[in-house]
């Protein structure tokens, strides 16, 4: 079936270097994708979001870009922190057979920041 | 607010057990989901609810049920419980898709570690 996935498991990056987490997805009518910032021991935290309409969305020291002609998803960390340091989620929304929206996760890339 | 709340943090379960894991928020969000996460894996749908009184199997809903009494509550339940089950559960909530528009974010609650033995 159709899914979302990650490129990289884990990713280490030098403390004020700038992150960048990818993602492809395969299903292309999705419309709507989300990235997730999950903590150790904690629930999953929204970063951002980004519908299938724009190539770019920026926030606070984040930005996503997407590409649907090779459906790839990244998120963008500028001047990464320790506190930056967890496990990222992209997840892709899409409108069901019955007309409900879903949210598919991919595995999750995991964020070390070297000090 | 609190947002979501779940309990219990954790457990440890017999196998063949029951048990409910219970999930409330006071965001007075319409709908709510359970997810379990495994390690290596995203986060899989169990069960979720658009509104109160109504609910819909997931991607992964065998062996859990849930219901829908009010608006702030959404127990998971496990008839019997198996060690497959062994995961971290998260219950989420947010406001449903609207006609035209987008599924609004989903938050997140703390989760509940449970081992089944």
């Known amino acids: 079936g159709e899914s979302v996935g990650l490129h990289l498991p884990t990713l280490s990056v030098q403390e004020g270097d700038n992150s960048i987490i990818n993602c492809a997805y395969s299903n292309s009518a999705s419309d709507y994708f989300i990235w997730y910032k999950q903590e150790s021991g904690k629930g999953p935290q929204f970063i951002i979001d980004?519908?299938?309409?724009?190539d770019k969305r920026q926030g606070q020291r984040v930005t996503v870009l997407l590409n649907k002609t090779v459906k790839h998803l990244s998120l963008q960390i500028a001047a990464t922190q320790p506190g930056d340091s967890a496990v990222y989620f992209c997840a892709e929304n899409i409108e069901e057979d019955t007309g409900r929206r879903a949210l598919t996760f991919g595995s999750g890339t995991r964020l070390q920041v070297q000090p | 607010t609190a947002g979501i709340t779940q309990a219990p943090t954790s457990q440890i379960l017999a196998a063949g057990r029951s048990m409910t894991l219970r999930c409330t928020q006071d965001?007075?969000?319409?709908?709510m989901y359970w997810y379990r996460q495994d390690l290596g894996l995203g986060l899989r749908l169990i069960h979720y609810?658009?509104?109160?009184?109504?609910?819909g199997k997931g991607e992964v809903p065998d062996g859990y049920s849930v219901s829908r009494a009010n608006t702030d509550d959404f127990p998971l339940t496990l008839a019997s419980a198996v060690p497959s089950q062994t995961s971290v559960y998260f219950c989420a909530s947010s406001e449903p898709f609207r006609g035209g528009g987008f599924l609004e974010t989903q938050y997140f609650g703390p989760g509940t570690r449970l081992l089944v033995l």
């Open positions: 609810s658009n509104t109160a009184g109504t609910t």
């Open positions: 965001m007075r969000h319409n709908a």
């Open positions: 980004i519908r299938s309409n724009m």
